[in-house]
T-cell receptor, first 114, second 113 residues
Framework: GAVVSQHPSRVICKSGTSVKIECRSLDFQATTMFWYRQFPKQSLMLMATSNEGSKATYEQGVEKDKFLINHASLTLSTLTVTSAHPEDSSFYIC??????????FGPGTRLTVT | QKEVEQDPGPLSVPEGAIVSLNCTYSNSAFQYFMWYRQYSRKGPELLMYTYSSGNKEDGRFTAQVDKSSKYISLFIRDSQPSDSATYLCAMSEATDSWGKLQFGAGTQVVVTP
């Protein structure tokens, strides 16, 4: 149980385009979803926290107009990287939490911006 | 100064040895302490979590938390090549749910046959 999926697993896009990443909780209702970014050999850095039906809360230094987060249902959250640039290339990981303590992580999406 | 410090390694051990991992932290408000395992290009997988100080054992894994020293440890007994991965410590201030997690940089572990 407690499976979180992400789609796509890997995406390559051209600079200036937008990319949408989906995060789904497959067998539970996620009241809260988290989006992290991980650069090579570095730790996970929290980008934002979203609660179903509410606006996301962004961490300091994360541009909310660039990283659009939508948590429209209890099983789906999306992260859209708008006007992507090469420096946005990274591994994006979501996690989901129900009413328990644990966060369940997705497998991650590797974004490469050329 | 980072809130959570973790030696990135790599830490290389022979099969069957004990793997010893640790993290230090500066925020005394952290209440929950977790250890995650991450294989290359995959999402983190929860191994163990501990609330407040103390020890917790689960099979080959033992987690220890010393809040007075702001120091946590993970021990892996009888290590196997399949234990080769990056191990991340994480911490949370929240008392009613984990909420925002603060991760260490991760320690790469290599278990050689």
């Amino acid at each position: 149980g407690a499976v979180v999926s992400q789609h796509p697993s890997r995406v390559i896009c051209k600079s200036g385009t937008s990319v949408k990443i989906e995060c789904r909780s497959l067998d539970f209702q996620a009241t809260t979803m988290f989006w992290y970014r991980q650069f090579p050999k570095q730790s996970l850095m929290l980008m934002a926290t979203s609660n179903e039906g509410s606006k996301a809360t962004y961490e300091q230094g994360v541009e909310k107009d660039k990283f659009l987060i939508n948590h429209a249902s209890l099983t789906l959250s999306t992260l859209t990287v708008t006007s992507a640039h090469p420096e946005d290339s990274s591994f994006y990981i979501c996690s989901a939490s129900d009413f328990s303590y644990e966060q369940y992580f997705g497998p991650g999406t590797r974004l490469t911006v050329t | 100064q980072k809130e959570v410090e973790q030696d990135p390694g790599p830490l290389s051990v022979p099969e069957g040895a004990i793997v010893s991992l640790n993290c230090t932290y500066s925020n005394s408000a952290f209440q929950y302490f977790m250890w995650y395992r991450q294989y290359s290009r995959k999402g983190p997988e929860l191994l163990m979590y501990t609330y407040s100080s103390g020890n917790k054992e689960d099979g080959r894994f033992t987690a220890q938390v010393d809040k007075s020293s702001k120091y946590i440890s993970l021990f892996i007994r009888d290590s196997q090549p399949s234990d080769s991965a990056t191990y991340l410590c994480a911490m949370s201030e929240a008392t009613d749910s984990w909420g925002k997690l603060q991760f260490g940089a991760g320690t790469q572990v290599v278990v050689t046959p």
